[in-house]
């Protein structure tokens, strides 16, 4: 028990008579990367909602680093120590880079309510070291992300991570919206987050890429997980399958 | 080298590549436009715009003129700084120039003294004798709470009820100007205590102006309330999953820039010694036009106070130029809505071209 790092027992999401996310068991441990597969509609970016905060459940229990949470919005989860990288970046575009990382926490030199003055070295200083770590390279951290690529937003979003010391990460299709190279560059990064020990949550519709980059697969099909597999024990069709809905795995099988 | 200069995918990095300030841009329109008037007045009426001519005076620039074209706009001035956060915020505000209108009249109201300086006496007083020659601190407080409680509104009706702040500062614009009308029936104050009049007397809205400009700059450069300010005009969506309290945020928007246009009726009536309903009329259009030819983008998350400052400076360069050329005032009113054109549009055009660069 004590190396899972999330756990959610029964978690329950209905939006009035649409029943988006019904009973879900999840688990993740410490240091693991599992990814999250499931046709649009699934109930997977409903899940992580639920897990971030976003929206609340409906139902359902949460285990957090040890402990039984109930976050009352995002922020409060983040505090915790779960980052998110959503679908739409969640990036101001007319700011630059440290304040992108910092936006919602900055640092201060001195504190006065809404009006705390900034320390914006202290904040410049702590981007270029998670830049690093990271590997991310941008032309330069003063210049508004308006003028970035998409890779280069992405690895932004992803940057905040490594700024943060996150206890789990959690990426919602972070390659959809990206080319070939920059999209090597993102799993690249996802690479330095596992060699770091640290545990990830993501949900992508990449079959390669998902069989590239994590250690288990869960599946979710029309609001319920359907199959949790482990990448040494199956195939890519086999997942096609649960997706599907051509095969459910017997554990699950009375939910269906 | 190379290994640490290039990153995944082969982006570069390079701490020199710094982008050009778009504050820049409009500093080098506004040299421009003075260098028209110079050129222009030299060929045409044979006189310099910016030089001192006269013998008997020992300076090298027409000081006279430069006071007059700062002097001008400061007022107006005061109420850009408000505009500005509140386009940059994402929104934007018609009611300031009523909300000049309404704090001038109720600011004065409580402002006047028994007797003028010419020992005349003050027959009918607005509130009753024994509102007459009250400690100063009370009309200034009773205008900025005009003013601030005129924000907090349409703070809480663009945060709270989702109006589109277009029709919340359009309503409080009508309602104003209503107030202003209301206090006196449509007749001037006069009879304004000389601790009053003192306030905007001389280049004072001037120091008023720019010492305000100065506090507005630290505010949205270097606090939280500023970056704030930028984040929610940029992406509010994202602002708000930062944990960034948007509503709250609006309301203390909307408030400074409340609290900023009865700052500037204050010192408009007393300056002009007298408050009277039409003052600030119209001073919303200009005030967000100096915002936009600062460079403030009306879709939000760019501008800044300092651009504002460049922006106010055109117009007062663009209204004391053409009085120097000895042209009518409605080529003025062209030729200010020709200059907000062209500036949206080279912004646009610069936009576009650093977007097709990255």
New interface residues.
């Given amino acids: 028990m004590s190396d899972i790092i999330l756990k959610t027992e029964g978690l329950t999401k209905h939006y009035g008579g649409v029943h988006a996310l019904e009973g879900a068991d999840f688990e993740i441990r410490k240091g693991e990367h599992v990814a999250i597969m499931g046709d649009n509609g699934a109930g997977k970016s409903t899940f992580v909602r639920q897990i971030t905060a976003?929206e609340q459940r409906t139902s359902g229990k949460i285990w957090f680093d040890g402990r039984d949470v109930d976050f009352a919005?995002?922020?409060e989860a983040?505090e915790a120590g779960i980052e998110t990288v959503?679908q739409?970046?969640?990036?101001?575009?007319?700011?630059n880079v440290p304040?992108n990382l910092f936006?919602?926490?900055?640092i201060?030199k001195f504190k006065l309510g809404?009006?705390?003055?900034?320390d914006y070295k202290a904040m410049r200083d702590a981007t270029l070291a998670s830049l690093e770590k990271t590997?991310?390279?941008?032309?330069?951290v003063?210049?508004?992300i308006?003028?970035?690529?998409g890779?280069?937003r992405q690895c932004v979003a992803i940057a905040r991570t490594a700024t943060f010391h996150s206890k789990l990460t959690i990426m919602d299709e972070p390659t959809a919206a990206l080319g070939v190279?920059?999209t090597?560059?993102v799993e690249?990064?996802i690479r330095t987050l596992k060699e770091a020990g640290e545990p990830l949550i993501l949900i992508s519709h990449n079959m390669r890429q998902v069989f590239d980059l994590v250690d288990r697969i869960v599946v979710f099909r029309r609001g319920r997980i359907v199959a949790n597999l482990r990448k040494e024990d199956t195939s890519g069709e086999d997942v096609v399958a649960y997706i599907t809905g051509a095969k459910t795995a017997p554990e699950y099988a009375d939910f269906v | 080298m190379s290994s640490s200069t290039h990153g995944i995918g082969g982006l570069k990095y390079d701490p020199k590549k710094r982008e050009r300030p778009p504050e820049l841009n409009v500093f080098i329109a506004l040299v421009a436009i003075v260098a028209l008037f110079e050129i222009l007045g030299r060929l045409i009426i044979g006189d310099s715009f910016l030089f001192n001519t006269k013998d008997r005076v020992d300076t090298l620039f027409n000081e006279q003129r430069l006071k007059i074209i700062i002097l001008q706009v400061s007022i107006i001035g005061i109420i850009a700084l408000g505009v500005t956060q509140v386009i940059i915020s994402g929104g934007i505000d018609l009611s300031s120039g009523s909300i000049v209108g309404g704090a001038a009249m109720i600011t004065t109201a409580f402002a006047q003294s028994a007797m003028n300086e010419y020992g005349m006496e003050n027959v009918k007083p607005i509130l009753g004798a024994e509102w007459l020659d009250l400690p100063i601190i009370v009309p200034l407080a009773v205008g900025l709470g005009v003013g601030l409680l005129a924000g907090i509104v349409n703070g809480l009706l663009i945060a709270k009820f989702k109006i589109p702040p277009f029709i919340v500062t359009l309503g409080m614009m009508l309602f104003m100007r209503g107030v202003a009308t209301f206090v006196t029936k449509g007749r001037p104050i006069s009879f304004l205590q000389e601790d009053y009049t003192a306030i905007g007397a001389g280049m004072n809205p001037v120091l008023i102006f720019l010492g305000l400009a100065v506090v507005m700059h630290f505010l949205l450069k270097y606090t939280r309330y500023g970056k704030h300010t930028y984040a929610i005009g940029s992406n509010e969506q994202a602002a708000r999953m930062s944990g960034i309290k948007v509503d709250r945020l609006k309301v203390l928007i909307y408030s400074i820039a409340g609290l900023l246009s009865a700052l500037a009726a204050i010192v408009m009536s007393s300056k002009a010694l007298t408050g009277q309903a039409g003052m600030g009329l119209m001073y919303e259009l200009d005030a967000i036009a100096m915002a936009v030819i600062g460079g403030t983008s009306l879709a939000g998350g760019r501008g800044s106070i300092l651009g504002t400052c460049l922006g106010a400076l055109i117009f007062g360069v663009i209204i004391s130029g053409f009085t120097f050329m000895r042209l009518d005032a409605f080529y003025q009113e062209m030729a200010k809505g020709i200059i907000i054109v062209a500036a949206v549009i080279l912004d646009q055009w610069r936009a576009q071209k650093q977007a097709a660069k990255a």
Avoid: H, W
């Fill in positions: 976003v919005g995002p922020l983040r959503f739409n970046l969640a990036l101001a575009d007319a700011l304040d936006l919602g926490r900055e201060f809404p009006f705390s003055i900034l590997g991310v390279k941008i032309p330069n003063n210049n508004p308006s003028n970035m690529s890779g280069q190279q920059e090597a560059q690249n990064i």
